[in-house]
């Protein structure tokens, strides 16, 4: 699915973490994937840490996002969420 | 000896061929989980002729399974899944080795029942097995390939830990406890478990005969719904090679000679008479360059029966010629298997051929 995140970048906590909150339906931990050609940036620092995707930690109809990239507060405007799932 | 008749139509595909069959004839498979992914993968795995399987759960066979679980029918409700699982496979692969385990795979006996096998399947239904395999794949250093279903998706992960890809790659921190869905609660669509499944088997099969690259380091997500399979990548540097190193030779590799452009020479040199060439085709081929007895076999025949009719004896040199190389090569184990002991196939067929006696 495609998840536009807010152009407007808030800053708390760490000089680095960046926090989001985005309303969805999705009961479950997701795996986030962004767009890492047109944002070079966070290419460049996920290479360094994890590979071009972040965590999401919800609740019913909230989530917590937080993304950790470098100072140039690019926006993200595309955005990959896939289910973690475990049906067999 | 591989069974040329049974195996044939995989056999016969590209980049299969006779060693194919014969790396998953030498395969060793642990599947974890016989329920609704193990049921397509335990079905395919033994049909394409994996020399053994591993099936382990400690779960028994309830009413709601059968609903997605084909390998169980109604008279195993309340069997255990590893039995009654392997029972199915018995019946549809009589030449293969089975071990049905029904026990839960705990981390103190992870590591010692997943050791000794080439492959690890998880076809496993919940989130903490899922990492024990992954970690017990990685102190195995043998891969593994896991698939999920959930309502109307699935996912597929071919995973390596020696090749630095692993489910903790993908989710490194468990799922916290609240977010957590069986497919009882929430729901899942029977055909999803068999495509999946089906995936998975497919991508075992590229491990296995180490002839295609799997899917590696990546999520492979498909979506019933809207009928759209899209690949996350995780891992961005890929290894070269393929996850499960060849072998240099087999048991019988001594029965059947491969020719192509580098040791077709020893082949003829050894002959000690001429050899008899078999073209099993309809092509039109120049053989006014090859100095030896040709016959072109007529492939609504049977060209076992037909090259045998025509050799003067068991001890003869014959070299046998298809288009590709593929049936060529199948006909030639087959006729070992009839007791000949110098046959010999161009690897890649006509391409070969005329590299060897045209020059071209």
Do not use: W
């Amino acid at each position: 699915m495609q998840l536009h995140l807010p152009s407007q970048i808030s800053r708390s906590g760490d000089a680095e973490v960046f926090r989001y909150t985005i309303t969805t339906d999705l009961t479950v931990l997701e795996l986030l994937e962004v767009a890492s050609k047109t944002h070079p940036n966070l290419l460049k620092l996920t290479q360094l840490q994890k590979p071009g995707y972040l965590h999401i930690f919800g609740e019913k109809s909230r989530m917590n996002i937080s993304l950790n990239y470098d100072d140039s507060c690019t926006p993200y405007t595309d955005v990959r969420l896939v289910l973690a799932i475990a049906g067999g | 000896m591989i069974n040329l008749e049974r195996y044939e139509p995989q056999i016969s595909l590209p980049n299969f061929g006779i060693s194919g069959q014969k790396y998953l004839s030498l395969a060793r498979v642990a599947v974890v989980g016989a329920g609704g992914l193990g049921s397509p993968v335990l079905s395919y795995l033994s049909t394409a002729g994996v020399g053994h399987l591993s099936i382990i759960d400690f779960d028994v066979v309830k009413e709601r399974n059968l609903q997605r679980q084909f390998i169980h029918k109604e008279s195993s409700i309340g069997e255990s899944k590893a039995i009654s699982a392997g029972h199915f496979v018995k019946s549809r692969n009589s030449e293969m080795s089975v071990e049905s385990m029904d026990l839960e795979l705990n981390l103190a006996n992870s590591v010692d029942i997943l050791s000794d096998h080439d492959l690890i399947i998880d076809a496993s239904d919940n989130f903490d097995t899922r990492y024990l395999i992954s970690d017990a794949a990685g102190q195995l250093s043998v891969p593994f390939i896991s698939g999920a279903v959930h309502r109307y998706e699935g996912h597929v992960y071919v995973c390596s830990p020696a090749h630095g890809f692993d489910y903790r790659s993908i989710f490194p921190e468990p799922v916290p406890d609240d977010f957590r869905n069986s497919c009882s609660e929430s729901g899942v669509l029977g055909p999803i478990c068999g495509i999946v499944g089906s995936m998975m088997t497919s991508e075992a099969l590229k491990v296995l005969t180490r002839k295609r690259t799997p899917h590696f380091g990546s999520v492979l997500k498909f979506d019933s719904l809207s009928m759209e399979l899209s690949t996350l990548p995780i891992l961005h540097d890929l290894p070269d090679s393929l996850l499960l190193p060849e072998q240099e030779s087999f048991p019988d590799d001594n029965s059947v000679h491969i020719l192509n452009r580098d040791n077709y020479v020893d082949f003829f040199l050894n002959c000690t008479s001429d050899p008899i060439l078999f073209y099993i085709g309809s092509n039109t081929v120049d053989f006014s360059r090859v100095g030896f007895p040709v016959h072109t076999i007529d492939t609504d025949r049977n060209p076992l029966d037909a090259i045998a009719s025509k050799s003067p004896n068991q001890t003869h040199p014959l070299a046998l010629l298809c288009d590709y190389g593929m049936r060529s090569e199948m006909f030639a184990y087959g006729l070992a298997r009839l007791g000949f002991s110098r046959v010999a196939s161009f690897q890649l067929g006509l391409q070969t051929f005329r590299e060897i006696f045209d020059g071209s």
